[in-house]
């Protein structure tokens, strides 16, 4: 019998330097595309078009300490440090910490950081650069343990619903959306088209953090009788989950048109999320006079259904899931590696640990059944084995 999935991070990042996937765009666009630079004083940083020089610090912090400052893709031998490694590497370090896959999202200064680039022609080369290399390299070593998430563009919905169809032909499972699929940070009717595309597709929404802008345009407190219905019923619930984003899909319908729509926010820091589910209920019910909305749901209801968090290391999280403030059939677990916050090379000691006194099938869901499930893995299959080529990690 082969090897099986025993534990599934939820939440891993491919933290690779720009040379390997800027390969991939056009040689006509590449002046445009990131690069990498080394400063006198140490350290790689970025250099990308519309931003100031980004240093890659805590990015690559691996087994620790965090450093903001002075952080390399390579040790001084040249060879890639922990997390920005090829696939054969990324796979030794996936058993080094006791994890049989991870959910890769892109590297931080790939998405966000490349949004102002103002060539719009050269922007959708760079995001299609970064998703072949996902898709087409490093990920195809082995598919069923490196989960790539690919990016959608930001620059109109034609582009968004494009990159999601390559993605779907092209094999990869999910893909992160950082606005809406409009582009922009507001809901629109047209992103309809996005949300009914993905489901046709079967392909799964994992926007990381989120989506949109975290907090509603809105005016001062004495004009709250003004306030759009997501503003009013996230009032309360904004911050660092997203609770601004699942109100305008609430209000707007969304979840009610679409009933299998399904959305993944990583690393939502869940101690939080008992307290916007509480108060998104308490402000549509009580100051519902403002903004005269008729729900099937509570929107804590609608949250249950359709949305998985996140969590890192998240204890309190765990035990108010104990208690029944969180249902264990939203959360993922992940290690976050190479990030800082992140537990590799110690997540198996880390889970033993946090997860002390729960019961198995819980923590079975939190880092097996629920991931398995989202991101349609086989849990009966056997998976990848690990390439026998020596890697210091």
Known sequence: MGRKYQVISGDGHLETPPDPWVKYVPESHRPRAPRLVR??????????????MLRTGQNLTGAGPVKFDGGTYTDDQGK???GAGDSVQRLHEQDVDG????????????????????????????VRAYNTFLAEE???????????????PVSGIDDAIAELEWAASHGIRTVMIQQFPNGRGQATAEDDRFWE??????????PHLGFGVTTPPVTGRHDTSLWP???????????????????QLIVGGVFDRFPDLRLYFAESNCTYLPGMLYYMDRDYKEYNDWFQVSLKMLPSEYIEVHTLFGMIQDRPAITMAQAGLLSWDNLLWGSDFPHSVGTWPRSRQYLKSAFEGVPDEALRKVVLANPAKYFGLDLDADITETPRAPVAV
């Open 197 to 206: 595309r993905s489901l046709e597709l079967g392909i799964a929404l994992s």
């Open 138 to 152: 490093f990920c195809a070593v082995a598919p069923d343990r490196l989960i790539g998430v690919a990016f959608i």
């Open 229 to 247: 219905a997501p503003a009013g019923m996230a009032q309360h619930a904004t911050g660092q989950v997203p609770g601004y984003t699942l109100a």
């Open 39 to 52: 400063l006198p004083s140490g350290g790689d940083a970025w250099i990308v078009e519309g931003q100031p």
């Open 80 to 82: 890639p440090v922990a």
């Open 99 to 126: 994890v049989d896959a991870e959910v890769l999202f892109p590297p931080v200064f790939v998405t966000r950081f490349i949004e102002g680039i103002q060539d719009r022609d050269a922007y959708v080369a760079i």
